[in-house]
C-alpha cells in the first residue's frame, strides 16, 4: 500500500481583521448577534479556501470564535461557571492566556457545540475536514475543579462530554483530534497520565472516524513505552522539541504500530520559515522507522497565536514541505 502524505492544518487560525472589527463591535454594543454571525461565516469560508489555496489537504474551520481550546465547552456546558472578572492563566509557557473555569456541579453537555461551525465547513469545503477537541486529561488540568471528589470522576464525566461532541461531529469530519499536550509534560503524575490515556480510548471507541491525539510542547520520550496503551488511530509529535534522531532511535527500538501518524514539522510559534528540502528529508528518515499508512505533515502547534499576516506563508510552506515529502517517498 502506498504512503499517503497530507498536508494537515494544525487547528485555530488567527483572525482575519474583518472580524475583529465585527467582535469589537458586537462586544461595545454597536453589533447585534446576527450581523456577528454573518461576518463569523463570511470569515469561515474566506479562512476554508485561503487553507485550500496555500495547498492544505485536510481542514479545520480555523475555530474563529474560540477565545482558547477550553472556552466554546466551559460557556455551553451544564457544571461550569467562568469567571466574570480576571481568571486567566498563561497556557503552558506560551505568551497566551486562558479563562479557567470552575466546575460548580456535574458536567453535562447540552448540545453538540461545534456542530454549527463544523456543518458550515461541510458544505464549503473541497477537501477533507478535522475536528480538534481538547483532551479530557488537558481538560481537567486546566479547569478549577470545586465539585467533584476525585479526578477520576471529573476526568469520566468530561469524557462523556467530549464523547458526545466527537460523535455529533464525526457525520461531517474525517478526523477528530484530541489535543494533549499534558500527557508528554514532565510535571503530571504518571498515574493521571494512565488515568487519562484510559479516557482518551473511551473516546475514540465511540466514534467511526480515525482518532489521532495530539501531542505538543515537550518532547514524549519519557513517557513514549505509555502511549503505546493508546488505543486510536494515531499520535501527533512536535518536531520543533523532538531531535530528529532521538525520535527515530526511540521509534526503532519500542515501534509504531498505528496507521496514521501525524508530524508537527513547522514551528507554529514562529513566523520564520522552515527549508524545505532538509525538513522533508529529516521527515522522510522518521517515516522509514515507523509502519503507518499516512502520514500528516503539520505545524507544532495550533495557528492562532500567529499574526494574521503571515498565516499563508506559514500554510504554503507546510504545503511545500508535505510536497516535497510526497515526492521523495514515491522516488523510494
Not at 104 to 131: C, D, F, M, N
Not at 165 to 192: F, G, K, N, R, T
Amino acid at each position: 500500500m502506498r504512503l499517503k502524505v497530507v498536508a494537515s492544518h494544525p487547528g485555530g487560525y488567527p483572525r482575519p481583521p474583518e472580524l475583529r472589527k465585527s467582535i469589537d463591535a458586537y462586544n461595545a454594543g454597536k453589533l447585534d448577534f446576527t450581523s456577528l454571525r454573518s461576518a463569523w461565516e463570511r470569515s469561515t469560508k474566506r479562512v476554508i479556501m485561503e487553507q485550500v489555496e496555500e495547498g492544505l489537504d485536510l481542514l479545520t474551520t480555523g475555530h474563529l470564535l474560540w477565545d482558547d481550546v477550553f472556552r466554546p465547552f466551559v460557556s455551553t456546558w451544564e457544571g461550569f461557571e467562568l469567571p466574570e472578572v480576571g481568571g486567566y492563566y498563561r497556557f503552558y509557557e506560551l505568551n497566551f492566556y486562558y479563562k479557567r473555569a470552575k466546575v460548580k456541579g456535574p458536567i453535562y453537555p447540552l448540545r453538540p457545540v461545534t456542530l454549527g461551525e463544523h456543518r458550515l465547513a461541510y458544505q464549503v469545503s473541497p477537501r477533507p475536514l478535522k475536528a480538534h477537541l481538547p483532551g479530557p486529561l488537558t481538560f481537567a488540568l486546566h479547569v478549577d475543579n470545586q465539585y467533584y471528589e476525585r479526578m477520576e470522576e471529573l476526568m469520566s464525566d468530561l469524557t462523556s462530554a467530549l464523547a458526545y461532541e466527537a460523535v455529533a461531529l464525526s457525520q461531517y469530519v474525517d478526523y477528530i483530534y484530541l489535543e494533549e499536550p499534558a500527557l508528554v509534560d514532565p510535571e503530571v503524575p504518571a498515574e493521571a497520565k494512565q488515568l487519562g490515556i484510559e479516557y482518551i480510548n473511551v473516546i475514540a471507541q465511540a466514534v467511526d472516524v480515525p482518532v489521532v491525539v495530539k501531542t505538543y510542547f515537550k518532547n514524549p520520550e519519557n513517557v513514549y513505552e505509555m502511549l503505546l496503551d493508546l488505543s486510536v488511530d494515531g499520535i501527533g509529535f512536535d518536531m520543533t522539541s523532538w531531535n530528529y534522531d532521538d525520535a527515530k532511535a526511540t521509534f526503532s527500538e519500542y515501534g509504531y504500530p498505528y496507521p496514521i501518524i501525524e508530524f508537527g514539522v513547522t514551528d507554529a510559534l514562529n513566523v520564520k520559515l522552515e527549508h524545505i528540502e532538509e525538513t522533508a528529508a529529516k521527515t522522510l528518515n522518521l517515516i522509514e522507522e515507523v509502519d503507518a499508512n499516512e502520514v500528516h505533515v503539520s505545524a507544532s502547534y495550533r495557528y492562532d497565536v500567529l499574526p494574521y499576516s503571515y498565516i499563508r506563508k506559514k500554510m504554503r510552506r507546510l504545503a511545500e514541505i508535505a510536497f516535497k515529502l510526497r515526492e521523495l517517498v514515491n522516488e523510494g
